[in-house]
């Protein structure tokens, strides 16, 4: 029984005009041509791989050479000249493998067989398939005959790369491009293939092979066969899952479910499932993407026809749709995308695919561990972040979790640092009036030093979160020979003769930024300087910049780590040590805007300023 098995690409092979699957326009066509007798002398069908090319070319033959066409045009099949050729004994059709037959020997050959008419029927039919595999010597020799061949020849080529032949063949010829077979034409005939074969097949399964066949006939079939034989006679979806290992669109889904109900923790868990599994990082990312391209498609009855699925499944797309806005959706697709452009240059891959996952959370869900924090009310000066919230000098520690209100312990009326006996609950008035009274934060642990008066002085010199971030910011590398970054990490003030107070635009701050995310971040810092590359600080005050930054903790944090390095980089360079440059969350509107591309950025800059396009030659500067 075993030895009698025939493949179904070559069972079930279209043997009339009606039967070709997904080319019915080009079926027509040479239906129509074959009843009215207007029949070219060469023909070529072009198109990709598996979509009926050599399939029709015999069909063609067959039919022209029929001696009793039926009312449709088609092949009757009980001439003498169908049983020839349905028998493979047939004499007036010759069908030629251009792969391994290219030289122009064979082409002499098969020139001198067009010269001998047909001993049945009214043609002789040459089908050459692959023919841009001729050399083009062959080419060459085949030109005369192709252009001017006897009454009773006809020539069908067969190509997937049109653009390979010479264009005076292509000039001699009657061309039809074949298309990818759909999904919902594929599915069908895998149905007709499973009921004749006696196979219960799921109709989501055969979606999947369609799907993954990517409009090939042939390669459906193929794959057909290959889970028939592991499922045992019923296709089950779980089958196809597992014999073509792709990516399921539950996964999807609840990657989407853990994006909506902001748990990033079982969000971080399934990723982890998927890599374990084999799976590829860009291929994670590329099925998210279109997993979201679909979700946005269906949401409106206009656009739900591009959605390719069974019915099924595409109820469970309408559901999850439903939840979930354009503007979010948009603005995942567009995240997803450029993790895709950056996969191959990350250095850390798996970072890369997480840190796109963890910053789409806030998109979908406002609130959370990792969404946005509420302003603060923090001072003016302070930042978004409130962590690295630099002021004018002498700067001031935000962090601490404010301890008890210390008692207003040593408010002492005069200079002289006195005794540190607790002063009575009514304070004379008397204090300088230059110490911060509202500032209850500065108390940082009177241990060493019981006795300071609160002078600006003292205060500069004591341990404030500046400090620590001075051990931070080492870690992101520091610039070398800027002062005030010097003076940062020893916590001391810049002197009045060191401050500088130079105005400046918002044409030179964004100048200055754009040099320091290009020359002063080193290359293992690629996360941090995607991220600046898609943001520019704009002046909001005189001394006061923002920068707006995408939402999610991720993000923040890792714009945070450099914040001090920019921050000192833009004082030294715009000589000015009074810039502050303050950290907010875009809005949702500002989210669903396109994002520049950095040639565009570059273009914008010039058209600001076009001394920009000079500093890029003289500096040869390139985009990355």
Not at 151 to 159: E, H, K
Request: aromatic letters at 6%.
């Amino acid at each position: 029984m075993a030895d009698n098995y025939i493949v179904s690409a070559r069972k079930y092979r279209p043997d009339s005009f009606q039967s070709i699957v997904g080319q019915g326009a080009m079926a027509s066509t040479l239906r129509t041509a074959v009843q009215q007798g207007r029949l070219a002398h060469a023909y070529l069908f072009c198109g990709p791989r598996g979509v009926g090319k050599t399939t029709a070319a015999r069909v063609l033959a067959k039919t022209i050479n029929c001696q009793s066409l039926t009312a449709e045009g088609e092949a009757c099949n009980e001439c003498e000249s169908c049983r020839a050729f349905n028998e493979g004994r047939s004499f007036n059709i010759f069908e030629l493998d251009a792969a391994s037959n290219n030289s122009v020997e064979d082409i002499r050959q098969l020139t001198e067989q067009v010269t001998m008419p047909p001993a049945l029927g009214k043609y002789k039919v040459y089908i050459i398939d692959e023919v841009h595999m001729l050399s083009v010597t062959a080419f060459n020799a085949f030109l005369k005959t192709l252009e001017e061949p006897p009454s009773y020849a006809i020539f069908i080529l067969a190509t997937t790369e049109k653009h390979k032949i010479l264009p005076t063949i292509l000039s001699r010829c009657q061309i039809y491009d074949f298309k990818r077979i759909t999904v919902g034409d594929i599915t069908h005939h895998l149905q007709y293939v499973a009921q004749s074969e006696g196979i219960v097949a799921d109709e989501a399964a055969l979606g999947l092979i369609a799907e993954k066949a990517d409009g090939g006939m042939r390669d459906a079939l193929s794959m057909f066969d290959r889970i028939a034989s592991f499922a045992g006679g019923q296709i089950t979806y779980e089958h196809a899952l597992e014999s073509l290992n792709v990516l399921d669109y539950s996964y999807f889904i609840r990657t989407f479910d853990d994006l909506l109900t902001g748990d990033y923790r079982s969000l971080l868990l399934l990723l982890d499932e998927l890599l374990g599994k084999g799976f590829e990082g860009q291929t994670i990312l590329a099925g998210l993407a279109a997993f979201a391209r679909d979700l946005l498609v269906v949401q409106h009855p206009g656009t739900s026809v591009l959605l390719e699925k069974p019915e099924r499944v595409t109820q469970a797309y309408e559901a999850l749709a439903t939840r979930c806005t354009p503007a979010q959706l948009f603005a995942a697709i567009r995240a997803l995308v450029q993790a895709d452009q950056q996969y191959r240059q990350a250095t850390n891959k798996r970072l890369l695919i997480e840190l796109t996952l963890l910053g789409l959370v806030s998109t979908f869900h406002s609130t959370g561990e990792l969404a946005a924090p509420a302003p603060s009310t923090a001072p003016a000066g302070q930042t978004q972040a409130g962590a690295t919230a630099q002021t004018t000098s002498p700067p001031q520690a935000s962090t601490a979790p404010a301890p008890s209100p210390a008692p207003t312990a040593q408010p002492v009326p005069t200079t002289q640092p006195s005794s540190p006996t607790p002063a009575s609950s009514t304070p004379a008035p008397v204090a300088k009036p230059t110490v911060p009274q509202p500032q209850p934060v500065v108390t940082p642990e009177p241990v060493a030093t019981p006795q300071p008066a609160p002078t600006p002085q003292s205060v500069a010199n004591a341990p404030s979160s500046e400090q620590a971030a001075g051990a931070r910011r080492q870690l992101f590398g520091r610039r070398r020979g800027s002062s005030s970054d010097t003076a940062d990490s020893e916590g001391g003030t810049a002197s009045p003769a060191e401050e500088e107070h130079e105005p400046f635009t918002e044409e030179k701050l964004q100048r200055a930024y754009v040099r320091f995310v290009e020359q002063e971040l080193s290359s293992d810092q690629i996360i941090c300087r995607n991220i600046l590359h898609a943001e520019l600080p704009s002046l909001q005050t005189e001394g006061q910049a923002e920068l707006a930054l995408p939402p999610g903790n991720a993000i923040r944090e890792t714009v945070e780590a450099v914040l001090p390095q920019l921050q000192s980089f833009l004082r030294s360079t715009l000589h000015n040590t009074q810039l502050v440059l303050s950290l907010r969350e875009k809005s949702s509107e500002e989210q669903s805007r396109l994002a520049l591309t950095p040639e565009d950025r570059l273009k914008k800059l010039i058209e600001i300023n076009p001394d920009v396009q000079q500093l890029k030659e003289r500096l040869q500067l390139r985009l990355s």
